[in-house]
Every structure is written in C-alpha cells, then in structure tokens.
C-alpha cells in the first residue's frame, strides 16, 4: 500500500489527484488489476468525476456548500457537522480498474480529493492489485 499525501487550500475543494494516482500504478507494473483509493478522513471524501472543464469541480463544491451549509442548526461541538455530512456523501473509497497498465477511467473523468473541512493536509492510501491470473 502506498499514501499519497495531498495539502488542500480551501474550506470545500475539489483536488484532481488524477495523476498522482497513475504514477502509483505506473511504478507497480501492474498490466490488469484494481487500484483502491481510500480516504481516512472523516471530514474528506473520494470521487470519479469530470476532470476536462474545471468548471464542473468548482460547480460541485458550490452544489455541497448550498444544499450543506456551513452555519447550521448543528449541535456537533466543532462546529464542522457540515464537513462531516458532505463526507459522507461522497464517499471514504473507490476502486477503479487497471488496463494495460493504466486506470481504465473514461475519456472524462479524474479522480478527486474532496476536501470539506480545509485547508488541510491529508492523506490517500493506495493499493493496487494485480488480477491472478
């Protein structure tokens, strides 16, 4: 397993780590396998997302601040309950698949830290895993 470490700039971001991630898979010389991602951060999440027009990441962490907003009705004392529920709705994992070497993502997409309680320093594990045959 590998760890990727991310700093993050704003209270919601959308960091495309897309790169990052395909350097873990390059260095593995896995041909076909599974690449997971995993966050372990209760108020950050992962996605697969679009990643050509930044316009798409910076409409979305708009979308999580309106429909979640920060200043709340929330009793959690640290007062990031937003935080917290954006976490959990994008989710603390994904698996993307390995072909040919590479992530087999769509012409699109990117795979994104979601920060929601920055800026912070933060961590991705990674493990890949070569199919056995």
């Not at 700039?9 to 690449?35: A, W, Y």
């Not at 929330?74 to 992530?103: C, P, W």
């Not at 830290?113 to 991705?124: A, H």
Request: hydrophobic content about 35%; charged content about 20%.
């Amino acid at each position: 397993m590998k760890t990727l470490s991310v700093k993050t700039v704003r209270r919601t971001q959308l960091l495309d780590i897309t790169r990052k991630i395909e350097e873990h898979v390059t260095q593995s010389g896995v041909k076909s396998g599974l690449c997971h991602l995993y966050v372990p951060h209760t108020t950050a999440g992962i996605a697969i997302n679009e990643h050509a027009d930044p316009d798409v990441a910076s409409d979305v962490e708009e979308i999580f601040n309106r429909l979640i907003p920060h200043n709340g009705q929330y009793r959690h004392a640290e007062g990031n309950t937003d935080s917290h529920m954006k976490g959990i709705l994008s989710g603390s994992s994904q698996t993307v698949f390995i072909a040919n070497g590479k992530l087999a993502l769509g012409t699109w997409q990117g795979v994104f830290l979601c920060e929601f309680d920055g800026p912070r320093s933060r961590r991705v594990f990674v493990k890949i895993t070569p199919d056995p045959n």
